[in-house]
């Protein structure tokens, strides 16, 4: 196909760009990381989502170098901030079935001299669909590095309890569906939103609760206003990410991001 060729070509030549978006941390305020979040601007078509392009790297096995040029560039760029935020890279499911992908993991972490600690993989539900040995061992192994695991998107998946139970996470993700509605009282906006947000208050809670037991850390996702936010502090949630605190900026302007952080 068209689009796959020019999605090679745009690797080769460099026109992918990284952006990074901070998670805050909810007691306190200060960036505590950011997540890397791949772009691609096509000189004729303009923007492609990844929603779009990452499904077809997926199918083609341009993934592996997709992955590999995302995780190395986030890598190199986090082991210059000031502050050593965490980095957090998303993985594809499809990246699990290559050989090779811890010690792709452990080189670039070697070449580019970022501590293991700094980096957080993210993996989604449908990840650990098979739930086999062989997904298992690789995230032990990736753990075993030092680095973080998180459980992206949590709650959209179909067995999400399932997955808490086959994996020690580091963290969960709420998604960004949960975090609708949330801090809309009564009195404010419409019936139906109000209703929407108890029963996703409700859910937030009880996943933070249950991560708590476990011993993972909490980030909610898609958190667009300061209501939002004062519902998330409030219900013991760890971390926000989204449009309140900031939208995903060029990775050349983290440092100046976190240099005027309040
Ligand atoms: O900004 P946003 O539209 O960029 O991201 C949409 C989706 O694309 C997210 O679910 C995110 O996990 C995924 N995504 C973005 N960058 C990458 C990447 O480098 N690798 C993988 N596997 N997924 C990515
Ligand atoms: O990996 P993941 O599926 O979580 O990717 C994050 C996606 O969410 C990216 O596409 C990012 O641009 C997007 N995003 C980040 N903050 C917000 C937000 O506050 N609201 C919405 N609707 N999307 C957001
Ligand atoms: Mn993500
Ligand atoms: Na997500």
Redesign the pocket.
């Known amino acids: 196909r068209e689009i796959e060729a020019e999605l090679r070509r745009a690797l080769e030549r460099d026109e992918l760009e990284l952006y990074c978006q901070p998670s805050v941390a909810l007691a306190g305020g200060r960036i505590a990381g950011f997540e ?4 691609w601007n096509h000189p004729v078509r303009g923007p492609i ?3 779009l392009f ?1 499904p077809i790297a997926e199918e083609c096995g341009l ?1 592996h170098a ?2 590999q040029w ?1 995780l190395e560039e986030a890598c190199r760029h986090a082991a210059t901030w000031p502050g050593s935020p965490r980095i957090a ?4 499911p499809v990246q699990f079935a290559g050989q090779d992908l811890v010690a792709m993991v452990r080189q670039i972490l070697t070449r580019t001299g970022l501590p293991a600690s700094r980096l957080e993989l ?1 993996i989604t539900e449908q990840m650990l669909l098979d739930n086999s040995e062989h997904t298992r061992r690789v995230l032990r192994d990736l753990k075993a590095l030092g680095l973080r695991i998180a459980m ?1 998107d949590f709650g959209t998946g179909y067995s999400s309890l399932n997955y808490l139970r086959a994996f020690p996470f580091d963290k969960i993700k709420i998604d960004r569906s949960f975090v609708a509605g949330l801090g809309e009282g009564p009195g404010s906006g419409t019936r139906d939103g109000a209703q929407t947000g108890a029963h996703n208050a409700a859910i937030v809670r009880a996943v933070i609760e249950i991560a708590r037991s476990l011993g993972m850390h909490t980030t909610a996702e898609g958190v667009e206003t300061p209501e939002q936010n004062r519902a998330l502090a409030a219900l013991g949630c760890d971390e926000a990410q989204g449009y309140f605190h900031s939208r ?1 900026v060029p990775v050349a302007a983290v440092p100046g991001l976190i240099a005027q952080w309040k």
Request: net charge negative.
């Open positions: 890397a979040l791949t772009r989502p990844p929603s990452i993934i997709l992955g995302s890279v998303n993985l594809s993210e992206d995903p």
